[in-house]
């Protein structure tokens, strides 16, 4: 099966201080692409959430295009200040009037209705500030500005759908569900269902680590792993991180495979790293509404912080290279020789090194998504 994937690259040297703590822009692609949003790359469930927001084709008012995570959504409803409820299977629309030299306030609620559920209004409040309305204090300005001053409702661009990165078959979901189904069944959440497949993961794939041959390359993740416990080839983090990827989406476990690696250069004779490459993996867990990272190859389920909450990848890399305080986090190493999970303090892990060495202040994310 061909599965194409779109790859985003993200380059940290501007990360802001706001990064834990908005959806800000925050991060600069490479390439001058457009500045990504963290909210892009980190969905999470939402009854109500905003997809897009556009400006009308006359330029006199706004489309707010509206998302759900929930099953079986049947419609919105909305009442803008308190007028008339409204229904609408996606999109609202706001005109302003520019011919004024008042600013325009609106509020709209919004909820979501299922066949079995009906949600909480939710309300966003969208301001519209004509030209008129600086000129009259004197100040020149090129647009009038509409902003969203105050929102219940966050902005939710991309899916976690999205970035699971494979559709895995039904043969092969056949065949992982016999294989490793046992391991998701009867846990009391994800995050222990995402270990238990690691840990498998590690265990199997053990003996058969080192250089992969170029054979390797053209197969599904499930080849993958069969070739490599065969003893016919080695795996090294990129199939590893294939694998798992591959076994936790079958299993219904959103996952994902992100490449770790500055490329300054490359020719068909050199390339040249500015940092060391290496390829990682995030589950999103349901019942925590968030991605966690965790990295098979490097014997680790999971970094906490000071509170016992797991992190993604990037609050990791957030504690290590801008704040430079990890005193205070956990990481959760597997012992593969006494198949035994050890929470220890980070600095005083054997891990520690490796996790420094791969996410150090320089490094470039390669996000991977379905296409």
Known sequence: MLILHQTIYYSYSQLKTTLLYSQTDILSMREKLPLKKYAELYPRLEEVALKDINILENKKGITLTLTSSLKNLKYFIYKINENNIKKTTSTITLEFSEKTDTPQHYEIKIKAVTDTKETEFKKIKIGFYPREFYAKRGRTVEASWIIIEETEIPYMPTSVEEWATYDVGEEDKKIISEKWGYLVKNVDNIYTAAKNIAKSIIKELEPHRGIPSDAMEDLNPLKQYFRAVNGEDKVWCSNIAEIYSYICCALNIPCRTIIVRNLLY??????????????????????????????????????????????????????????????????????????????????????????????????????????
């Open 266 to 371: 490359r020719d068909e004779e050199k390339g040249l790293l500015l940092s060391p490459a290496h390829t990682t993996t995030e589950v999103f867990c349901r019942d925590l509404n968030k991605w966690i990272w965790i990295d098979p190859t490097q014997y680790t389920l999971g970094v906490l912080d000071s509170e016992e909450n797991p992190l993604n990848l990037i609050e990791l890399y957030w504690y290590l290279s801008y704040l430079k305080d990890y005193s205070r986090l956990k990481i959760i190493e597997y012992d593969v020789k006494e198949d035994k999970e050890k929470i220890i303090l980070f600095k005083e892990s054997q891990r520690a090194k490796s996790v420094l060495y791969y996410f150090g202040r320089d490094q470039v994310f390669e996000y991977t998504r379905k296409q």
